[in-house]
């Protein structure tokens, strides 16, 4: 009986410090004690918050916007990948088996080291929680590879059946993250990473309690506790830093409240320029009325692009008709534009296509039924502000245009299930340091590809850029399918971008947007006295 008590006693005790986690405390935090460096950060909600890599792309985003959580490696602001987790690594010649060695000494903030294991449980993790979502993995790891992990030697080694031009690009994105799935009991909210904040109670449209990670392994973490707070409205976050309540924010996207800020000595304005598009895509899929060709070179030729991003926005945008922004090396100066803003053209290209208003009623009809087109958005970045001018700007030509302007999480979901005619987002083009992945939207057999776009020139060249070596060839590939898109008129493109983080000049230093727009609270970021 003694002999069974103690064996029950030593299950029970093994389970307690399981459920504990290796520290005892995954918040790894020091609380909000009297003098504790402490700061107000106010942002946009995406993904209703949550900060599960494996559950869709923006989540993903917001564990290492958030600081919970960091990749083997990251990008600099020229999009060069750079070590994280991993410190070393090695590649065969064929590029089909890669040798990472796992940095020594670093833990997750519940104290639990990281080790080539956890590593591989991770990666393992995602690939089955993660596949029938937006942040399939097998977008940037085919999920035939084989990834074992030897703790002797600290390594993870990665073996592919195809090669992969460089794999330490799309192991920084954010959806490869490393979590500890060992102790990990609420991934929604309480995923446990290896940044350099924890995240704590969280509250719902209300956001969390960024705790100091006192296990972080790459220096000294500058704050105790950070108020996230979720603020979408550009004026009420300008209202916010001038009043105190906030001491950072990101992207006030009105340009009067930013100008505002920017001639105030108080605050500091710093903005990233251009690898971000504000695009909307086109739903091509049969029964869908832009599954018409004529009806979408008609639909670009009646927007005015220019004045949209000049004047609508006031300048926040750079007007363009590729994808790719004009300031990146991919050619745009050699693409043409078959559809450049003309209103009268327009309404002759759909009256030569039979898209006609028969009945008099001031809409046109496709086959007999007037076309209405479901336009889905959300409130940031402007892109409400596109809606709503290109719901006018069509209304112009005879085109119904109904808005349905949400939250970013609805958006997205919609997006991938195909409920739209237009779905306005804005995209980092360059996510995993070249276009391949963003690429990948209009590939028909990527698993990325929404809107039932499909061209076989364009499979073929998307099929050619994940095998392709050399870097100028690289390039012309990448403008050959620029031009593809154009010429099928296969997506409406805003413009280009540019990203900010505003701070008070009192309370904060070092704070910066980083190209990837990946990098949000991090140790750069500190107390100002």
Not at 152 to 177: E, F, H, I, R
Not at 266 to 274: L, M, S
Not at 327 to 355: C, V
Request: proline share 3%; charged share 20%.
């Amino acid at each position: 009986m003694m002999k069974k008590l103690l064996a029950l006693l030593t299950v029970l005790t093994m389970l307690t410090l399981s459920l504990c986690g290796c520290g005892g405390d995954s918040s790894g935090g020091q609380g909000n004690a009297d003098g504790a460096k402490t700061m107000t950060f106010g942002c946009q909600n995406y993904g209703g918050g949550g900060i599960d890599p494996a559950s869709q792309i923006n989540c993903a985003w917001n564990a290492m916007r958030y600081g919970v959580t960091e990749c083997l490696f990251y990008f600099n602001d020229e999009m060069g990948v750079e070590y994280k987790l991993c410190d070393e690594y090695t590649v065969n010649e064929e590029h089909t088996e890669w040798v990472f060695h796992i940095r020594d000494g670093v833990k997750f903030s519940d104290g639990c080291a990281l080790t080539p294991e956890a590593v591989v449980a991770s990666f393992e993790r995602l690939y089955r929680d993660g596949a029938d979502g937006s942040s399939d993995p097998e977008k940037f790891l085919a999920a035939d590879a084989t990834i074992t992990a030897d703790n002797a030697a600290g390594t993870v080694t990665v073996k592919t059946t195809q090669p992969y031009v460089d794999l330490t690009k799309n192991l920084a994105y954010p959806v490869m993250a490393i979590v500890d799935t060992e102790h990990t009991t609420d991934y929604l909210h309480g995923v446990i990473g290896t940044g350099p904040y924890a995240a704590t109670n969280f509250r719902e449209e209300v956001g969390y309690t960024m705790v100091a990670n006192e296990n972080y392994w790459d220096g000294e973490v500058p704050y105790d506790s950070i108020e996230l707070l979720y603020m979408g409205d550009a004026s009420a976050k300008t209202m916010a830093l001038q009043s105190g309540q906030l001491d950072l924010t990101e992207n006030i996207t009105n340009i009067t409240d930013i100008q505002k800020l920017k001639d105030d000595p108080n605050f500091t304005v710093t903005i990233a320029n251009g690898v971000r598009v504000g695009i909307a895509h086109m739903n091509q899929s049969e029964g869908r009325p832009l599954a018409n060709d004529a009806l979408r070179h008609a639909v670009l030729t009646a927007l005015d692009d220019d004045t949209m991003c000049n004047v609508t926005v006031g300048g926040l945008y750079t007007p363009g008709f590729s994808v790719l922004p004009s300031n990146l090396d991919y050619g745009y100066e050699n693409l043409t534009d078959p559809d450049p803003f003309n209103q009268q053209k327009a309404i002759s290209m759909l009256d030569a296509a039979g898209i006609t208003d028969s009945d008099g009623d001031g809409w046109r009809e496709l086959d007999g039924k007037k076309i209405t087109l479901d336009y889905v958005t959300y409130s940031n970045r402007c892109l409400d502000d596109f809606a709503q001018a290109i719901q006018t700007q069509l209304a112009a030509v005879g085109i119904d245009v109904n808005l349905v302007i949400t939250d970013s999480d609805t958006q997205w979901n919609m997006y991938v299930s195909g409920e739209y005619d237009l779905n306005g987002s804005n995209w980092t083009t360059v996510g995993t340091g070249d276009p391949t992945e963003f690429l990948a939207c209009w590939a028909s057999q990527s698993g990325a590809d929404y809107c039932g776009y499909q061209n076989d020139e364009y499979d073929a060249l998307y099929a050619r850029l994940l095998v392709e070596f050399d870097e100028a060839e690289r390039k012309n590939i990448v403008q050959r399918m620029q031009q593809i898109l154009i010429d099928d008129a296969a997506v409406v493109v805003h413009g280009y971008y540019n990203s900010s983080m505003i701070s008070r000049n009192a309370t904060v230093g070092g704070a910066a947007i980083h190209t990837a727009d990946y990098y949000w609270l991090t140790t750069e970021i500190y107390p100002a006295n």
